[in-house]
Structure formats: C-alpha cells, structure tokens
C-alpha cells in the first residue's frame, strides 16, 4: 500500500517501490561517474606557490601532468587557470556534495526499510528483513533492523564529512587554502564508509528481503485509499461518504459500496484487479 504522510494513499506493488529505489540510486551512480572526471582531474601542477608559476620551467606543466597522467592512470589535465586552481576548492565541494546527495538518498531507503518492516504485529509489516542479531536482552524474540540503522549512521557521517569539507573550502584565504588536508581527507573518507555502506546493505540486507504478501493483500484490502480507486465510478461525493462511514464504522470500503448497490461485483472485480489500480486506465464514459 503507499502511503503519502504516513497515511494510507493508493496501492502500488513492491516491485514499483523497490525500482524507485534502484532508480534514485542509479541517478546518483550515473551522475558520480560522470562528475569524477569532469571535475576532479584538472590539476594545478606547474602553478608553484600561488599559481603564477614562478621558478618553474616554461615546459614544466605539461609534461609534469602528462607523467602524472600516465603514472595515476587518469584522465589529468592542466588547470585553465592555474591561480584559480591554487585558491578555489569549488571542485571538491561540488563532488562532495553529490556524495552526500548519494548517502541522504539511501538514508531516506534506510528508513523506508525500517518502517516497511516494522512490527511484526503491531506495525506495517509488508517485508521482513533478514534477522541478524538478537535485538533486546529484556524482551525476548526481538529483531531489530541493525543493518538499515547502520547505514544511516553511515550517511550522517557522510552528511556531516561535507559540512566540514564546505567550511574548509570557505576558510581559506587569498591565493592559497591551508584547509585542503581536511578536505581531501573527507573526500576520501566519504567514498570509504559509502562504498562499504552500500555491500553492508546490499549482502547482509537486500538480498534477503522476502514479502509477507498475506500482509500486503489485507492492508490493500482494509484500506480506506481503495475509494480512490473507485473515485472514477461512484463520484467524489460518494467515495468520500464511503470513506467517512468506513473510518466511523470500522467497515470496509467493498462492503459498504456492495450495500449501496453502487457498483456491482463485476465492476468492482474489474477495478479493483490489482494491474488496474497500479497505473493509469481510461475510465469508461457513462451513458
């Protein structure tokens, strides 16, 4: 069941919730690839101390990263303008950024896990998670989501690892920023812990998730997002009464709409046919 606010919406599978995850994710992986090299392999050799090139040999810039290049293995090539390029640190925050896009995403997957998985009997329970460690000591047979609650540590470290980087980037002064220590260190260290974090999530987590289906069919069907569905076909004014009278009393939206005579049983099996409530449909015109 989707849900928009923690409140019931419409129906949608798990296959369409799981993709989006896949999709968001792989946005990020496509935009990481193809950032990596157009940022951060322009490089300021040849610059000397603030970039002017003082003592250096006229020759010295091209064929220092031409030999960096073929040693690295990297695209490198010689910055524009290399005063520019000794001072600004606008390369690292914007990669950074990005890598922090990437862990805030996956937090946000994290806690959809979480709560997707939350019960067994008193929460959504729509999937397990695989169990990985006993969760309480005083409450017997609890499992805690340990692995979705590790990555999103992981991703405030992440968050907090570009905070830093950003400060340091501003701190620096006139031609030259003391800061770039921190700032390659965060770099690194934020590459480190999302790259471990995603085949943390991906072996002991996602590839043992399993769906609880009678679940997911019983809160489909108990839902009072199914009215909107019906929506199209008994109008808003009724789908709304429906809705009201179903939360008052406790009754469900099919029961309630067959009492009515609203809509046959034909009609409701057809629309309420999972593949029909999942994607747009054209609704037939009435006579």
């Known amino acids: 069941m989707g849900r928009t606010q923690l409140q019931d ?30 940022v951060l392999t322009e490089v300021n050799l040849g610059g000397t101390a603030i970039g002017t090139g003082i003592n250096a040999d006229p020759r010295y810039q ?12 990297q695209p490198l090539v010689p910055a524009a303008d290399l005063i520019e390029a000794t001072s600004d640190m606008g390369a690292f925050v914007l990669f950074s950024g990005m890598l922090k896009r990437t862990a805030v995403k996956l937090s946000k997957i994290c806690n959809d896990l979480r709560l997707l998985s939350s019960g067994p009997r008193t929460g959504i329970n729509e999937i397990n998670l ?8 005083i409450m017997p047979g609890k499992v805690n989501p340990v692995i979705p609650e590790a990555v ?17 980037a501003e701190g620096g002064q006139l031609q030259l920023n003391v800061m770039e220590p921190l700032i390659a260190f965060k770099i690194f260290d934020s590459i480190r812990l999302l790259q471990r974090a995603m085949d943390m999530l991906r072996e002991h987590c996602i590839t043992g998730i399993t769906a609880n289906e009678t679940r997911c069919r ?29 939360l008052e009393s406790g009754r469900g939206v099919l029961e309630l709409v067959r009492e009515e005579g609203l809509l046959d049983d034909a009609m409701l099996d057809d629309i309420l046919r999972p593949e029909n409530m999942i994607a747009p449909r054209l609704v037939p015109l009435k006579a």
């Open 9 to 38: 919406a419409v129906p949608m599978t798990l296959g369409q919730e799981f993709k989006a995850f896949a999709t968001t994710l792989g946005e990020d992986l496509a935009r990481l690839k193809t950032l990596a090299p157009e």
């Open 62 to 73: 091209h064929l220092a990263v031409q030999r960096l290049a073929t040693i690295s293995g």
């Open 130 to 137: 695989p169990a990985r460690q006993p969760g309480s000591s």
């Open 152 to 168: 999103n540590q992981v991703a405030f470290q992440i968050i907090g690892n570009d905070l830093a980087l950003t400060i340091a």
């Open 218 to 246: 019983e809160l489909v069907e108990h839902s009072i997002g199914l009215v909107t569905a019906l929506n199209p076909y008994i109008g808003y004014e009724n789908a709304t009464r429906i809705a009201r009278i179903a």
